[in-house]
């Protein structure tokens, strides 16, 4: 906010040295220079002061830019009155201050700033016809404002379709991010269970693997396979095959400790990691997770499709590759499920 003070400053001590060169030539009265730079540095120094102290962020452009552009307007209206023989150089500032608006006001307030620039040049030119009617020429001045309503209109729609590309592309930028932000999510979750996907599961035990190296407590991993879940596919349909799953999800996270990670592996079967577990705990654990499975509140609804779980667990062993554990974990999945299923089974 601070900067653009400072680009708006820059354009009044431009305006400020052209006028002191003015005053050194003889062609602008002392005074009215003097009565110019007060009122200059006044609202300046208002602003800055506004801005600093934080009071500007109770509005919604904490830079202040219309009001900044509006104190413009009314300095160089000032100008045009007090100093005669300058004017031309004035009517080339207005544009310039409305080209501000692009950066941070909407469209409409764009071009209600540019029909005040010509409202300020309609009271300049009238009040100078009115009091020094001997340096005015009323027909020049006439040719003057229509001009300059012409091109300070043309010029606030220009700073109007700016701020609306402006406003378009901050738009675009956020329905990317956005877009990249689901992309991301989509890479690491599943999207019918939410729980962390096959991909993120591998970062995740990866990451619990590298850990237990350092610290020496190294995880358990879980494979689970719902018993029988073809046949729930078969009678009921792929849609109450995957309510089943959603149900297992959501009932299933919180029987579990804090640390420990459920994802779905792929279609019916499910990877637990449990890190700095060891293997008598880890049993309690799936275990836990199947009683809780078992409660009628859970398949109130639909009954017909409670189910049960096979589940096989593997220790990670120092130095094992990731693969070779989940290998022994899916083994003893294997073996749970010869064994009439429903059960666990240690590799």
Aim: some cysteine.
């Amino acid at each position: 906010y601070v900067r653009f003070w400072l680009m708006t400053t820059s354009v009044y001590l431009l305006l400020l040295a052209l006028q002191a060169y003015g005053v050194a030539v003889g062609l602008i009265p002392s005074d009215s220079a003097l009565l110019i730079r007060k009122t200059a540095l006044i609202g300046v120094g208002s602003f800055y002061v506004v801005m600093r102290s934080g009071w500007s962020m109770r509005w919604n452009d904490p830079a202040l830019t219309a009001q900044q552009m509006a104190f413009a307007f009314a300095m160089l209206a000032m100008a045009y009155v007090l100093t005669p023989p300058i004017r031309g150089t004035l009517l080339f500032v207005s544009p310039l201050v409305l080209m501000f608006g692009a950066f941070t006001l909407t469209p409409r307030r764009c071009r209600q700033l540019g029909l005040l620039a010509v409202l300020s040049q309609s009271v300049a030119v009238a009040l100078s016809l009115s009091l020094a009617p001997d340096q005015s020429n009323s027909h020049l001045e006439i040719m003057t404002l229509v001009s300059c309503a012409v091109v300070f209109t043309m010029t606030a729609d220009m700073a109007a379709r700016l701020s609306a590309n402006r406003e378009l592309l901050r738009i675009q930028k956020r329905q990317l991010r956005l877009a990249l932000e689901r992309n991301e999510l989509l890479a690491r979750q599943d999207e019918l269970t939410t729980l962390p996907n096959r991909r993120h599961a591998m970062e995740l035990l990866q990451y619990e693997t590298r850990r237990s190296q350092r610290d020496r407590l190294p995880p358990c991993i879980c494979l689970l396979d719902i018993d029988h879940f073809k046949r729930i596919n078969d009678t009921y349909g792929h849609a109450a095959g995957d309510r089943v799953l959603r149900l297992l999800a959501t009932h299933g996270v919180p029987a579990l400790r804090a640390p420990d990670i459920l994802a779905r592996w792929g279609g019916e079967e499910f990877m637990l990691i449990m890190p700095e577990t060891a293997v008598s705990e880890a049993t309690h654990v799936v275990d836990r997770l199947r009683d809780r499975l078992t409660h009628s509140h859970i398949w109130a609804d639909h009954p017909e499709l409670q189910v049960t779980f096979s589940a096989g667990i593997a220790a990670s062993l120092n130095d094992e590759p990731i693969e070779d554990t989940i290998a022994r974990a899916d083994a003893a999945l294997y073996r749970a499920k010869e064994a009439g299923r429903n059960r666990t089974v240690l590799a």
